[in-house]
C-alpha cells in the first residue's frame, strides 16, 4: 500500500446527528484504505444534490448518527490498495455516487442493492464525499479517471458528472419529448435544473422552461 497524504487521524467532513434541518462541519475518523482494492481520494469538489435534502430533513439516511453526508465529488488520489490495477496515485477522477455494484457482490460486508456514500451504516457506511477524503472500495470499477485533456478543465465544469447530469440526462433521454415539445420540470432542485443544461446540448433550438417547484412561482 502506497501513501502520500498527511498522516493526521482526522478529517473534516460535514455530518448529519439526526436533527432534522442541522448539519455540522466535524472532526471524524480519516478515510483509509479498508481492504486491498480500495482507494484514497482526497475531494477537491463535492456537489450538493438534491438527494441531500433527505438527510437534510431527517427523511432518508442510516438511524445510526452521526454520518457523513454528501454522494458527488471529484479529487485526487491519494492512496490505493495492493490490488488496485489501473487507478495511480496522482489521477484525478470522477467519484461515481454508486460504487461498482457488480464488483460490491464480492464485498461480503457491503449490500450492492443499497450502497451508496453518504447515507450511513445501512447503506454500506461507505462514508460521505462532502469531506476532505473518501475511502472508495473497488477503485479499478468505482472511478472514473480524467486524463490529461481534462487537465484545462475546472472541477466545477466535472464536478456533476458524479451524479447529477448524468442522472438528468437519463431523464432527459427516457421522457422522450422531442425538438417543439413544451416541457414542465417538478422539483427544479439541484437535480432537475440539469435538463435545462442537457436540453439545450440535445437541440440547437430555443427552449422556454416552466419549472415548476414546491414553493408556487410565476413562469418563467
Ligand atoms: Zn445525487
Known amino acids: 500500500m502506497a501513501e502520500t497524504h498527511s498522516k493526521n487521524r482526522t478529517m473534516r467532513s460535514v455530518v448529519f446527528d439526526g436533527q432534522p434541518f442541522e448539519v455540522y462541519v466535524r472532526d471524524i475518523p480519516k478515510a483509509k484504505v479498508v481492504r ?3 482507494a484514497v ?4 469538489s463535492a456537489a450538493i444534490c438534491g438527494s441531500d435534502l433527505h438527510n437534510y430533513h431527517g427523511v432518508f439516511g442510516s438511524d445510526q448518527v452521526p454520518y457523513s453526508i454528501g454522494h458527488e465529488a471529484m479529487g485526487i488520489v491519494k492512496e490505493v490498495g495492493a ?4 487507478v495511480k496515485i ?23 442493492a443499497i450502497a451508496l456514500y453518504g447515507e450511513g451504516h445501512q447503506f454500506g457506511d461507505l462514508g460521505g464525499c462532502q469531506a476532505e477524503f473518501v475511502r472508495v472500495p473497488l477503485a479499478d470499477k468505482s472511478l472514473i479517471v480524467l486524463g490529461k485533456e481534462f487537465d484545462g478543465i475546472k472541477d466545477e465544469d466535472l464536478v456533476l458528472l458524479s451524479d447529477i447530469f448524468p442522472t438528468a440526462w437519463a431523464g432527459v433521454t427516457w ?3 422531442e425538438a417543439g415539445d413544451t ?3 417538478f422539483g427544479a432542485g439541484p437535480l432537475l435544473l440539469e435538463p435545462f443544461r442537457s436540453t439545450s446540448r440535445r437541440a440547437n433550438r430555443r427552449r422556454r422552461f416552466w419549472p415548476g417547484n414546491q414553493v408556487a412561482s410565476s413562469a418563467p
Open 36 to 38: 486491498r482494492t480500495d
Open 41 to 44: 481520494v482526497q475531494v477537491t
Open 183 to 185: 416541457i414542465a420540470i
Open 90 to 112: 496522482g489521477d484525478r477522477v470522477i467519484i461515481p455516487d454508486f460504487p461498482d455494484d457488480v464488483g460490491l457482490d464480492l464485498e461480503p460486508t457491503i449490500n450492492p
Open 83 to 86: 490490488d488496485v490495477a489501473s
Open 175 to 177: 421522457s422522450g419529448f
